[in-house]
């Protein structure tokens, strides 16, 4: 894979359909694709419903790999779901996530530190097709802690 990571996508939502709801119906925040955010160190990106959570929060931010969306649609027949489903806010190309747990990286003169794998969860059923929170583990995607302020947007192909 190339050394610099793309931003493929950008997705923010207002507020939680799955966290909090276990046993219950999920929400119904919408997830809403944005060109361009603003990352704020030790807080999150403005406008998603993470933003200042908790202090010293894991999954300040997501990230999820194009790459693995398309596996899962190729694998499923899956064709009328955008990757903004998977609830992750930075789809990237060109990189494997996992060889960020753990370490500092730098995407688009932002600085963050991963964390560990945005494990998915029974609720990935439901919002992409059954079998895909089996599919999708140790590739769930990366929660990470953003280190520095910055502007992160979607790069052209």
Known sequence: MASIPRVAAIYISPGHNYYGHYGQPAGEHRVISVPKIECIAGKGLIGDRYFDHKENYKGQITFFAWETYEDLCRR??????HPGVFRRNII?????LKLWIGKEFEIQGVLFTGTQESAPCSWMNQAFCEGAEAAMKGRGGLRARILTDGLLKIDNP
């Open 76 to 81: 499923f027949g899956v064709t009328d779901k």
């Open 92 to 96: 990237t190309c060109d990189v494997d």
